[in-house]
Each structure stands twice: as C-alpha cells, then as structure tokens.
C-alpha cells in the first residue's frame, strides 16, 4: 500500500481522463488522515479546483455549518471525492471519469481505515453503495459494505438549490450522530 505522500503524487500526474489536462488544481482529499468518518462526495467545483481543497465553495460552508450541529469539524473526519479533478461546468463526473479515479479513493479509504462512510449526494452513494441508489427514497439508511457503516445524504449544493429538503437532512444529520456514537471510540 503507499503512503499518503506517494498516492497523492501519484494523483498529481494523473492523465487516466480528460480532467487532469484542464485541471487547475488536484483536489485529493483534507481532514483527519486517521479519522473514524469519511465523507465521499461526486468531484470538486471551481473554488475546490482554484484552492485544491475539496469542499470550500458555497456548499461546502453549508457542509461546515451543517456538521457543526453534531461538532463534527476537519479535525474529526476525513473527506474526498470520487474524482479528484473539476469535470467542466460542474457537471456530474462521467463514468469513465469515475473508474479512472475511483482506485485512488479506494486507497483512502484503506489509509484512512474509517468505521462510517458517508456519501454526499446520489452521485457517491450510486458508486460506493448500490449503482441503483435513489438518494430521494434512501437517504439516511445505513447499510453495511465491507465492514463499514455507510449511508447517504443530499449533496450540499442540492440544498442550497432546494431548501425543502434541510428537514430530512437534518434528521439525517442525527442518524449520523447516533451511528458516530454507537460505532466509534474517538470521534464522539
């Protein structure tokens, strides 16, 4: 297994898809290397690409806030995306775009060793939990995977578009809480 360091240098020369070449920014991953929580999501935007953090756009401070209700902060979770590159115009990453970097998550994973995986939004949890997940009827239902707990929530940036749905993320958000307590030893 390679380290942290080779992994990432091994995404930073990556030319698997047509992400890498229009790429500003790698955006590999950030948090809590030994973390019992991960959050997955789909791929970066544009101030995730310009930063090469992922998560710092707008619906990543919804993420911030929204984590912050169960004190859950970077120092307590790991987090990364399907793919580390910005597919253009934000659009959802395509499924050779997935595969291509779908191996250097799984190494994450593997370094990060985390006991819950969350997926934020239909993309990830599509990918990581069932390829015919519908994150409407499914969210917030913890299935086990590997020896990990996993679910799902609405993608942030769907809940800045639609607020109706911050209710049921809400409640989602304490399944999470109660999960983190039931499973883990450092993170509560």
């Known amino acids: 297994m390679r380290s942290w360091e080779e992994l990432r ?3 930073e020369q990556c030319q698997k898809c ?42 990543g401070q919804l993420l911030d806030r929204m984590l912050e209700i169960i004190d859950l902060d970077r120092t307590k979770y790991y987090i990364a995306n399907i793919v580390k590159c910005r597919p253009p115009r934000n659009r959802d990453p395509l499924a050779g775009e997935q595969d291509a970097c779908i191996d250097y998550l799984r190494e994450q994973v593997k370094l990060v060793r985390p ?25 917030g239902q913890w299935v086990q995977r590997s020896g990990f707990w996993m679910t799902a929530i609405y993608h942030p940036s769907a809940l800045l578009r639609d607020e109706s749905k911050r209710p049921e993320t809400f409640d989602d958000l304490i399944s999470i809480r109660e999960k983190i307590k039931e499973v883990c030893e450092r993170t509560c």
């Not at 030994?34 to 959050?39: L, T």
């Not at 239909?122 to 519908?134: C, E, G, K, N, Q």
């Open 9 to 11: 240098q091994v995404c």
């Open 18 to 59: 047509e992400l890498g070449a229009s790429r500003t920014n790698l955006v590999f991953g950030d948090g809590n290397p030994n973390a019992e929580i991960m959050f997955v999501g789909e791929g970066p935007g544009q101030q995730e690409d310009l930063t090469g953090t992922p998560f710092v756009g707008p619906a």
């Open 115 to 139: 006991k819950i995986i969350v997926c934020l939004g239909r993309i990830a949890a599509m990918r990581l939990i069932s390829p015919d997940y519908r994150i409407t009827r499914e969210h």
